[in-house]
């Protein structure tokens, strides 16, 4: 009997500190630091070991026992590949690796739709990024039998595995990535969303608020302004999604100091509603603060787009492109295909910014000058 009990522990004690899945984000406003994230079955330390070489030779670790691990590890060294190693309880995965902040060329992939496509990557893979962000909709919703909650987030997780535990993945909010029961055909009595994404924020660890968020990267002079727009329409309904945009929300006066602040180079903003819906609210305040910007990309449509407005691009992006074609009144370039984004910066010189299929044909490209 004392044999057999010693055996269902350390039975369960493997279990308990299974790792399933891997993961890797930024926490601060900068990347000075990079976030491991990984899950276990049950509860466990966390611990990662890291290092420019597999030798590894660096540790952070946290005692508490959870099953939704986050540990940040510093990343000073640019040009290099860096090395980890996670371990929760009894359980050690493989040495996996990332490439380290660059400091000729900063390439960043922006995908939106994902929760509604079965993409193939092979080409943004190919592009060897060093971030991945979204514009949106990364989940179709957060109640499907067997995703329910942050569940949703780890089968997305668990999609691209090699992708994921090697490049730093930056999402943005959209409708879907908080919907806790079905839509219907009229608002419910109870809340179809969840507004402040509380299954989000507690899979992703993000900078600030989780829900919206900054990210700068001074040596390309580039930042990424992150907000939660999508169906502002239902806003102050059953089926309101996000936090208010009016005049005195916190979320514009959050965004006016940030996209209003003396910053040289390039700002993108990236949100989740209809550009030309979003820029025309407020008497046209809100187009007027992205245009302090140098581009706005959303995940909004269906579909690929860039629309000019008074020399200003705006982008629409999905991986899955088939959906209905309803063109921004200032379209320059559209395209019902499935696609991604690309920006490429390098130190004082113009913005690239293009719009490629998931083959990997680049079906429309503009150089952006910073500001």
Not at 138 to 158: D, M, W, Y
Request: proline share 7%; net charge negative.
């Amino acid at each position: 009997m004392t044999r057999f009990l010693l055996f269902l522990l350390l039975c369960s004690t493997t279990q308990a500190a299974t790792i399933q899945r891997i993961w890797l984000s930024f926490q601060r406003v900068e990347p000075t630091h990079i976030t491991v994230n990984w899950e276990t079955a049950l509860p466990a330390d966390s611990e990662v070991s890291f290092g420019t070489s597999s030798a590894l030779g660096g540790k952070a670790a946290k005692a508490e026992q959870t099953t939704l691990h986050h540990v940040e590890i510093p990343i000073p060294e640019k040009d290099v590949m860096y090395h980890y190693q996670v371990r929760s309880g009894t359980e050690t995965s493989a040495i996996h690796h990332f490439k380290a902040m660059p400091s000729k060329e900063l390439r960043i992939a922006v995908v939106g739709d994902w929760g509604f496509a079965q993409p193939d990557l092979a080409a943004l893979i190919k592009d060897d990024v060093h971030v991945l962000m979204t514009a949106g909709d990364n989940v179709g919703s957060l109640h499907q039998p067997g995703r329910e909650g942050t569940k949703a987030f780890s089968a997305l997780i668990g999609s691209q595995p090699e992708l994921f535990r090697s490049t730093p993945f930056m999402p943005v909010l959209g409708n879907h990535d908080r919907e806790i029961r079905s839509r219907g055909p009229k608002p419910p009595p109870e809340a179809v969303y969840d507004v402040e994404a509380t299954a989000y924020r507690e899979f992703f660890a993000l900078p600030g608020n989780e829900w919206n968020w900054t990210f700068a990267f001074p040596e390309f002079a580039a930042r990424f302004i992150a907000l939660d727009l999508e169906h502002i329409s239902d806003m102050g309904t059953t089926w309101q999604t996000g936090h208010p945009f009016d005049a005195a929300s916190p979320q514009l006066a959050w965004y006016r100091q940030h996209i209003e602040a003396p910053q040289p180079g390039h700002t993108i903003s990236i949100q989740n509603e209809r550009n030309a819906t979003m820029r025309g609210q407020l008497k046209g305040e809100w187009g007027r603060l992205f245009q302090q910007g140098t581009a706005v990309i959303t995940g909004f449509g269906y579909f690929a787009e860039r629309a000019m407005v008074d020399g200003f691009p705006y982008y629409n992006t999905a991986l899955k492109g088939d959906g209905a074609r309803y063109p921004d009144p200032k379209s320059a370039f559209f395209a019902s295909e499935n696609t991604y984004m690309l920006l490429t910066f390098k130190p004082k010189s113009p913005m690239q910014i293009e719009i490629k299929s998931l083959t990997g044909k680049v079906l429309d490209t503009q150089s952006v000058p910073g500001k």
